[in-house]
């Protein structure tokens, strides 16, 4: 049985302790290979083979609710979400307006000196009424809270829920001892505390709900990504052209598009011309002409041209599917520095119980009367300001925005993990053909000696090369067409690694055609015919950044065949953008040294490794991180899959659905090295954030349990009120939500 992919809507999770119970239970499941939870989405990504029931019911067992997301369409499931959302946010307003209604006139009443103790029979009535309406207010918009709490408890843990059930209830619990037996209590503490447990309860909720407001801009490059998908397609059916949603289009029907209209699915065309601006997919600004045979993508938009096309790849398996679930599944993914903060975060509150309830005996045992009513006070402030629901939000509402930012600048992060190792990179190896060149070699010269033609040289190359996939060998398979040569029918073809090809010809000639390297092992005189050395000739033609390709009759030399490969005409500017950004560049190719420093030369490398087999490039990586480099390896992610592995991170660099997504930990969709710099900008930035936020929220909890407890009372009498810490902790998570919303103002170096 394959491994599957499950997704699960969590209900109830309200802190960071949350995530590391959850995805803990679900990891004991028998059959789950990994589960890991996105808090700002509140979702969970199981996979493996474990049954849903199975895992449905140990989120239950871990006292939080769970329900199936149903494999609908994206385009659906961002529907539902957002009604979702509003529904939730109208709720949470309801219950913010109901808390503060009742919490605000108390608390003026307070401020302007009210009389907040219970000293007659008068107020007990008055007071009494107030706990009454106070209760209300728990019931109608804390009730959540207190469920959460008794849920965990029951399970044998605690949350959030925890902190705010303990310090709301137990101001309520002792107002209301205060206001039915007053004589239990002395004089100078019948002080009663409705105004906080309303207050609390109130501005929590008004925080979860602006929390819920930011959180909801976080995702905007992902529906963006979904707000390319057309609901419809114009399918030719019988001639005739039909209006069909987009789920009835099936591969291999023909569909129209015109001019203004978007792609509905990936497809090849097969009548008619146009331009398609696909930087909504790439970051690609100059719109791409497309003609018979060219394929086009799923979202991009038709500007120019009417064309017909024929589908290709429809529903889940076009390009533009692929990368919305590629973000989605780098969104819900965690980079070390948030798994850090999930460890913590499990044993904090536990711990914050503990200091409450140390604090509280401090006052008891050691501070002025009325000692019962300081030591209430300090218990619920501590539980209430050291609520971590910032430190849930830090890392993934980052990771959230600085993934989507990469994405529409046509970068694919594959994971956190990616995310955050990208922005150590201290190397970059890069490998030449396609990479720092075109990839789309031609040929330049044929020399040829007294015995052989130019043509007679093409006709056997061509016919040696044609089985090939190599660019070098497309170049001149190409040439060969192109000037009409009749192709030489060989046999015998056997690939020799890193050096080239031998082969039979048809009346039986032993064919050799590869580098300098094969000539050497097969003991071929580096002499031509006529007996003129053609080594310099080599070397004029490698200094010229040409790649010189030896051609072999019978065991003598017969010419040579010059290939060039031009560097991209941004490369330099791009591989200047990495070095500024103090990563240090390596050109790496199984081309001849010259040709190689005249390719580093005009792309401004300093170091080369040149003439590596295929097999080998990944034991270079693997000599560069021995010396302690963080290395990022950049190739068209399939002859290079070995070295990729190898690297600390993997970039594949291709352009549109000719790239391999899954083939790297990060995917640059267009074919420039800009995009490149990009992702490690986007990385470190990512990375910044993170910090500032985790920095933010644990500093936040460091200064404010103190002072909660009541540190400061002894050198200044200043004792933090249970309202001003249920605000500041409402609205430290809505400052490290609004912290991360900020990378979405971030812009790479303009290119």
């Not at 598009?257 to 100059?286: H, Q, W």
């Not at 170049?475 to 000037?483: G, L, P, Y």
């Not at 015998?492 to 050799?512: D, H, R, T, Y």
Request: charged content about 20%; hydrophobic content about 45%; overall charge neutral.
């Amino acid at each position: 049985m394959n491994n599957a992919e499950t997704d699960l809507i969590i209900e109830g999770a309200g802190c960071a302790s949350c995530i590391s119970k959850i995805e803990g239970a679900l990891r004991r499941v028998p059959g789950v290979d990994t589960a890991e939870m996105n808090f700002a989405e509140r979702t969970v990504h199981i996979v493996g083979r474990a049954n849903e029931d199975a895992l449905i019911g140990a989120v239950e067992n871990a006292g939080y609710g769970a329900r199936h997301q149903a494999p609908v369409s994206d385009d659906q499931l961002a529907d539902e979400k957002e009604k979702a959302d509003r529904a939730y946010y109208k709720r949470l307003m309801r219950s913010t307006v109901v808390g503060l209604a009742l919490g605000i006139p108390l608390m003026i009443y307070s401020l302007v000196g009210g009389e907040m103790a219970v000293t007659s029979e008068r107020q007990q009535a008055v007071w009494f009424g107030v706990g009454a309406l106070t209760f209300a207010v728990m019931f109608f918009s804390g009730k959540h809270f207190y469920v959460g709490a008794w849920k965990s408890f029951v399970n044998h843990s605690a949350n959030m829920d925890t902190l705010i059930a303990l310090g709301t209830g137990t101001a309520w619990l002792y107002s209301m001892v205060v206001v039915l037996v007053p004589h239990l209590v002395p004089d100078l503490a019948r002080h009663v505390y409705f105004e906080a447990t309303a207050m609390i309860i109130g501005l929590i909720n008004l925080g979860l709900a602006l929390e819920l407001r930011a959180r909801g801009r976080t995702s905007e490059a992902i529906k963006r990504l979904i707000g390319l998908q057309p609901k419809t397609a114009k399918v030719v059916r019988d001639g005739k052209d039909v209006d069909a949603p987009i789920e009835d289009v099936v591969v291999g029907e023909h569909l129209r598009v015109r001019p203004g209209e978007k792609i509905p699915v990936d497809g090849e065309v097969l009548f008619g011309a146009t331009t398609i601006d696909e930087s909504m997919l790439t970051g690609e600004p100059m719109p791409v002409p497309k003609t018979k045979g060219d394929t086009v993508v799923a979202g991009t938009f038709n500007k120019s041209g009417s064309i017909v096309f024929s589908a290709t790849r429809v529903g889940k398996e076009t390009a533009l599917a692929q990368i919305i679930g590629m973000v989605k599944r780098a969104q819900n993914s965690k980079p070390p520095i948030g798994r850090l903060a999930d460890v913590i975060s499990a044993y904090f509150v536990p711990s914050i119980m503990i200091v409450a309830v140390i604090s509280a005996l401090a006052w008891l045992n050691y501070g002025p009367e009325p000692a019962i009513a300081f030591a209430i006070v300090s218990a619920t402030t501590v539980l209430i300001i050291a609520c971590p629901c910032a430190l849930g939000l830090a890392t993934p509402m980052s990771v959230m925005v600085g993934v989507g930012k990469a994405a529409e600048a046509g970068v694919l992060i594959r994971n956190g993990e990616a995310l955050q190792t990208a922005s150590k990179i201290t190397t970059m190896v890069l490998d030449k053909t396609g990479t720092i060149t075109q990839g789309k070699p031609k040929i330049t010269d044929v020399i040829t000696t007294g015995a052989y033609r130019e043509e007679d040289i093409l006709k056997y190359a061509a016919g040696i090369e044609m089985h090939s996939e190599h660019p070098l060998a497309q170049a001149i398979v190409e040439s060969a067409v192109e000037r009409s040569i009749q192709v030489a029918g060989v046999t015998g073809f056997n690939a020799i690694s890193g050096q080239g090809v031998e082969a039979i010809g048809p009346k039986g000639e032993a064919l050799l055609f590869g580098n300098i390297k094969l000539m050497i092992s097969k003991g071929v005189p580096l002499i031509d015919a006529v007996g003129k050395d053609v080594i310099a000739t080599a070397q004029t033609l490698a200094a010229e950044a040409k790649t010189p390709m030896y051609f072999s009759v019978n065991g003598n030399l017969s010419g040579i065949v010059a290939v060039t490969d031009p560097i991209r005409s941004d490369s330099a500017s791009a591989i200047k953008r990495l070095q500024d950004q103090g990563v240090r560049i390596v050109m790496i190719t199984g081309d001849n040294r010259s040709t190689a420093d005249a390719i580093a030369k005009q792309a401004g490398i300093g170091e080369v490794f040149s003439e590596v087999l295929p097999g080998h490039k990944a034991d270079k990586i693997a000599e560069l991180q021995n010396t302690g480099e963080i290395v990022g390896m950049t190739g068209d992610g399939i002859n290079d899959a070995p070295a990729l592995a190898k690297a600390d991170v993997g970039f594949a660099i291709g352009s549109g659905t000719d790239v391999a997504i899954e083939s790297a930990d990060v995917t640059l969709m267009r074919g420039s090295l800009h995009g490149l710099a990009d992702a490690i900008a986007v990385s470190k930035a990512t990375l910044q954030n993170i910090k500032q936020n985790l920095f933010g929220a644990f500093i936040y909890n460091a200064a404010g349990i103190p002072v909660a407890a009541g540190i400061l009372y002894p050198i200044f009498g200043l004792l933090l009120s249970p309202v001003i810490a249920g605000a500041a902790m409402a609205f430290s998570s809505l400052t490290v939500v609004t912290n991360a919303n900020r990378l979405r103002l971030f812009k790479a170096m303009e290119h």
